[in-house]
């Protein structure tokens, strides 16, 4: 089955850039989605179809996929991104879908 | 407004069989290519997804738990049900359902969750 792999924590100090990346075999041959999730929330989808955002979510989140690596950006990092974040495929060879491992991303 | 939410027991003995059950409103399950799916999340660990039905009565599961689970739809009642047969304390978690995307692969919106906890 399709693996995606993702860093466990990633630290960014306010107003900086974080990147969170997501690895799977030719990912990049795969449209690649993105989910915020906060304590004690369900996830929301930040970015679909590899660099889309859905309506209200800030330009600072931005999303790229190539290779074997898709990313998700967030720019002007602040307090309010602090949270997990999840990458999102679906498998076509299978009709599976999967998920990545999760990143948690701490504002310093 | 797409809203959906998950509702059924929150606990569970080993062994029983879990039936949630997911009420949606804002879309139709008989609409070209909707569907909904169901995700769980154990305490403190990663997404990982379960099933799915779509429109057209097609179902999809994970092939990890393919021999344990069923879904099904009542679209009268805006409604989809999962079960998870043979309970184990593994399964212990939180389980969504979401709404997948007309135009592609992705879940938006997702319901609140349900705390599931297997335990004798």
């Known amino acids: 089955s399709y693996v995606l792999t993702q860093p466990p924590s990633v630290s960014v100090a306010p107003g900086k850039t974080a990147r969170i990346t997501c690895g799977g075999n030719d990912i990049g041959s795969k449209r690649v989605h993105w989910y915020q999730q906060k304590p004690g929330q369900a996830p929301v989808l930040v970015i679909y179809s590899d660099s889309d955002r859905p309506s209200g979510i800030p330009e600072r989140f931005s999303g790229s996929n190539s290779g074997n690596t898709a990313t998700l950006t967030i720019s002007r990092v602040a307090a309010g991104d602090e949270a997990d974040y999840y990458c999102q495929v679906w498998d076509s060879s299978s009709g599976a879908y999967v998920f990545g491992t999760g990143t948690k991303a701490t504002v310093l | 407004q797409i809203t959906l939410k998950e509702s059924g027991p929150t606990l569970v003995q080993p062994t029983q069989t879990l039936t949630l059950t997911c009420t949606f409103s804002?879309?139709?399950?008989?609409?070209?290519?909707?569907?909904v799916g169901w995700i769980r999340q154990p305490p403190g660990k990663a997404l990982e997804w379960l099933a799915i039905i779509y429109w057209d009565d097609d179902e999809r599961y994970s092939p990890s738990l393919k021999n344990r689970l069923t879904i099904t739809k009542d679209t009268s009642k805006n409604q989809v049900v999962l079960t998870l047969t043979n309970m184990d304390p593994v399964d212990t978690g939180t389980y969504y359902c979401a709404h997948k995307a007309v135009r592609g692969n992705w879940f938006d919106p997702w319901g609140q969750g349900t705390l599931v906890t297997v335990s004798s």
């Open positions: 804002g879309f139709s399950l008989i609409a070209s290519g909707v569907g």
